[in-house]
């Protein structure tokens, strides 16, 4: 594994190896001589040191898009989830807000090839949140509508339809769907219990797209022959 595809360093050092503290690279095995660094506390050589550094992902514009498409796609997956497991149980679960966290943090890793930071943070942790949230909308609307359907069908047949803003009647449910973790406190209980479930999966969405740093430490230098 050599990048250069150049064998000098190893007959140039081979000689006098024994007498380098720094000892092998880790990553090539050959001797180290001169300038060498260490990633998590293990000697590499320079040459292998640049190949590591050329092959940390960078993040990028496109990088970030494509995460946002993936996370997007992954909240309408949870989101749709989330609505189809309340409806077929008639029990809304917290717990499938852990499920959702998952599939946002996941999603967006992919989407990204794994580059992550802290607005890929922001964002999947929005999404999860959203998606969880916003799901309380139609499970409220369906419950609604059962009521409706079983208590007052002929008295609303025979009502007038109320003229409807049907934008201002989509924002206006939207905003108490993202309230509605925080409306959920009315039961104490209940509401404190699915707000530490939604905080464990905001946690996953968040660890997912956390940045994948290599510490590379060093440059130092490797005693020469002579020296020692
Ligand atoms: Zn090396």
Redesign the pocket.
């Known amino acids: 594994?050599n990048a250069n595809g150049t064998q000098t360093p190893q007959f140039a050092t081979a000689e006098y190896a024994a007498n380098i503290p720094a000892g092998n690279?880790?990553?090539?095995?050959?001797p180290?001589s001169g300038a060498y660094f260490k990633i998590k506390g293990a000697p590499?050589?320079?040459?292998?040191?640049e190949r590591i550094r050329a092959q940390i992902p960078r993040d990028s514009h496109g990088a970030f898009v494509r995460a946002l498409v993936f996370g997007i796609g992954g909240a309408s997956i949870g989101f749709a989830l989330y609505v189809a497991f309340a409806l077929a149980t008639g029990l809304i679960i917290g717990y499938v807000s852990l499920a959702v966290g998952y599939i946002v943090g996941k999603a967006m890793h992919v989407g990204s090839r794994g580059i992550g930071g802290r607005r890929y943070q922001v964002a999947a942790v929005l999404l999860t949140y959203f998606a969880v949230s916003l799901s309380a909308v139609p499970i409220a609307i369906d419950q609604s509508r059962a009521h409706h359907t079983q208590e007052q069908s002929a008295a609303a047949a025979m009502q007038p339809v109320a003229p409807v803003n049907v934008g201002k009647a989509i924002a206006m449910l939207a905003l108490v769907g993202i309230a509605s973790p925080i409306l959920d406190l009315q039961d104490p209980v209940h509401g404190l219990i699915g707000l530490v479930i939604l905080f464990a999966g905001l946690r996953f969405a968040w660890q997912f797209t956390a940045a994948r740093t290599v510490n590379i430490s060093g440059p130092y230098t490797a005693a020469s022959a002579g020296a020692t």
């Open positions: 594994m690279c880790a990553t090539c095995k050959k180290i590499i050589c320079a040459a292998c040191t």
